[in-house]
C-alpha cells in the first residue's frame, strides 16, 4: 500500500515550456486534490476532483488544467510555465475526512 | 468565503515546554478539525483530530480543544522534543464538503 505518490519529485522549466504532474492514489478513495504550497502562504487548492469524473476549480486555478483519468489518477497540467508557478506541488487523496498528501514535485520555472 | 486563521506563524520553545497554536474558523457548518503535521521535504500527515460533539481530545503528548461557540480550536503539545520541530496546519470541513480550508502554518522550533 503505497498511498499517495507523485512523478517527478523535482522539474525545472523554462517559461514557456509545458508538462504534467502525475499523481495516484492507492486507497480506493473518491476525492482527490492538488495543491501549491509557497514560502509563507500555506497550501492553496488549485483544482479538487469530488469524484471521478468531475474536477473543479479551487482557489488558484488559472494557468493549470487537471484531469481525472480514473478513480486512481488525477493529473496537473502546466500548458505553458511562468515563473510565478515556482513551487512545491501536493497531491492529496480523501476517503471520509482525513487528506493524505502525496511526498511533493518541486518545480522551478526560469 | 470561508477561512481559517491561524496563529502564531512561528513559535519557538524550549525542549520540556509546552507549545500552543490557535485557530479560529468562519463557517458554522465546519465539523470535523484536522492538524497536520509537515517535516522538511515532505506533505502534511494528520496528528490528531476532533470532530463538533467532542471538546477535547488528548493523544499522548499532543490535545486538541474546540470550543464552537467561539468557533476556536487549538493545538497543545506537551513536553516538546526536537523531533517535534516542523510545521503544523490547522484546518477545518464541513460535512458533505469536498474542501478542507486550511490555516496557514505555524513553524514551530524546539530548542534542545
Known amino acids: 500500500n503505497a498511498g499517495v505518490t507523485q512523478t517527478p519529485k523535482f522539474q525545472v522549466l523554462k517559461t514557456g515550456q509545458s508538462m504534467t504532474l502525475q499523481c495516484a492514489q492507492d486507497m480506493n478513495h473518491n476525492s482527490m486534490y492538488w495543491y501549491r504550497q509557497d514560502p509563507g502562504m500555506g497550501l492553496r487548492l488549485i483544482y479538487y476532483?469530488?469524484?471521478?469524473?468531475?474536477?473543479d476549480k479551487g482557489e488558484v486555478p488559472n494557468g493549470y488544467n487537471v484531469s481525472r483519468l480514473n478513480k486512481r489518477e488525477f493529473s496537473l497540467r502546466l500548458e505553458s510555465a511562468a515563473p510565478s508557478q515556482t513551487s512545491v506541488y501536493f497531491c492529496?487523496?480523501?476517503?471520509?475526512?482525513?487528506?493524505?498528501f502525496g511526498p511533493g514535485t518541486r518545480l522551478t520555472v526560469t | 468565503g470561508e477561512n481559517v486563521e491561524q496563529h502564531p506563524s512561528t513559535l519557538s520553545v524550549q525542549e520540556g515546554d509546552s507549545a500552543v497554536i490557535k485557530c479560529t474558523y468562519s463557517?458554522?457548518?465546519?465539523?470535523?478539525f484536522p492538524w497536520y503535521k509537515q517535516e522538511l521535504g515532505k506533505g502534511p500527515q494528520l496528528i490528531i483530530d476532533i470532530r463538533s460533539n467532542v471538546g477535547e481530545k488528548k493523544d499522548q503528548r499532543i490535545a486538541v480543544t474546540l470550543n464552537k461557540t467561539a468557533k476556536h480550536f487549538s493545538l497543545h503539545i506537551t513536553e516538546t522534543q526536537p523531533e517535534d520541530s516542523a510545521v503544523y496546519f490547522c484546518a477545518a470541513i464541513a460535512t458533505g464538503g469536498f474542501k478542507t480550508i486550511f490555516g496557514a502554518g505555524t513553524r514551530l522550533f524546539v530548542k534542545a
Open positions: 463557517d458554522s457548518a465546519s465539523n470535523y
Open positions: 476532483s469530488a469524484s471521478e469524473g468531475t474536477t
Open positions: 492529496a487523496s480523501t476517503g471520509a475526512y482525513e487528506q493524505y
